[in-house]
């Protein structure tokens, strides 16, 4: 029986892990496990591996998004692991439990504001902590620039709130 080669792209820690569990269907799948330091890189890493995969299976949406970029990409299957509300309150009450104490400051991405909300009133039934969120709605909105930017604007706003 000839294995699907499977590329599997995303930031490190994620290719690791899912070629982890796709390591139970040995049998049948060929990892290709590809890392990229920026999802602006994924459309380059189309072309590279073109002829090596039969198809594609993104960490996140930022990598897919990045991919259709590229018309080659569509050309075989791809796929992307979704980051759902029932994820984010399996990390939340893992946190929690972990930390033994109420979560006071956390960051997320890739998750709608109704997601993280509805999580936080599941996990505590009490009260939503202050966060913000930095939405992700196209692959320009997920550069790194534009993260970059809203990340430091973020860090002065706290700093100004904490010394206030």
């Known amino acids: 029986m000839k294995k699907i080669r499977l590329a599997i792209i995303g930031p490190s820690d994620s290719v690791a ?6 390591h ?10 590809i890392v990229y ?15 090596k995969t039969d ?14 970029q590229n ?14 509300g029932s994820s984010l309150y399996r990390v939340l009450v893992q946190m929690a439990y972990h930390e033994g104490s109420p979560i ?9 504001r109704a997601e993280i909300e509805e999580s936080f009133l ?5 009260h939503i902590p202050n966060f913000y969120l930095y939405e992700y709605h196209d692959a320009a909105s997920a550069s790194t620039d534009k993260i970059t930017t809203f ?14």
Do not use: C
Request: aromatic share 12%.
């Open 55 to 68: 198809t594609w299976l993104f960490s996140g949406i930022v990598p897919y998004t990045y991919a259709k």
């Open 104 to 112: 006071r400051s956390i960051s997320f991405d890739t998750f709608s």
């Open 24 to 33: 139970n269907a040995a049998y049948a799948l060929e990892t290709i496990p």
């Open 151 to 164: 990340i430091v604007a973020l860090n002065r706003l706290i700093d100004e709130t904490q010394t206030n």
């Open 17 to 22: 892990l899912i070629e982890g569990l796709a």
């Open 71 to 84: 018309p080659r990409a569509s050309q075989k299957p791809m796929y992307y692991i979704t980051h759902t």
């Open 122 to 126: 599941d996990l505590s039934n009490q």
């Open 37 to 51: 330091q920026d999802a602006s890189e994924v459309p380059a890493i189309i072309d590279s591996y073109y002829e």
